[in-house]
């Protein structure tokens, strides 16, 4: 059992116990996102969260629902991830070709992403 914040008053500091043994991949992702949001959401260094590095094909589903989720509990973080670059193997990127991998990855991530480090933002939250 883990501690996190209540769905039902998220501006309370009050915990509640929550089920984290679900084997329920979605449900683990779910309440992993909940407990970073309360613990790092207010925090003003905080401004993306990296959802996976060099996800294969068979990551895609749950990645994107990451972002999802990410995105109905903290609109305000910009979700991405470090793609494979075009010399892996394909065993690694899990398709016959890389652009059918980043055809996939458009397509079931729906999030743009992450070929080169951001530098932190400046100022209004701009990057530089």
């Not at 892996?88 to 652009?99: I, K, P, W």
């Amino acid at each position: 059992m883990q501690r996190l914040l209540t769905r039902d008053n998220p501006h309370s500091t009050t915990l509640a116990t929550a089920d984290v043994t679900s084997t329920d991949p979605q449900r683990q992702v779910r309440l992993r996102i909940e407990l970073l949001v309360q613990l790092y959401g207010g925090h003003p260094a905080l401004s993306r969260l990296n959802l996976y590095d060099e996800p294969t094909r068979a990551m895609f589903g749950i990645v994107g629902y990451t972002r999802q989720v990410l995105q109905g509990l903290a609109a305000e973080q910009l979700p991405y991830l470090n793609v494979w670059p075009s010399y892996a193997s394909l065993s690694a990127l899990g398709t016959s070709t890389y652009e059918e991998y980043l055809q996939l990855y458009l397509d079931e991530v729906n999030s743009p992403p992450l070929l080169r480090p951001l530098p932190p933002p400046v100022g209004n939250g701009h990057h530089l």
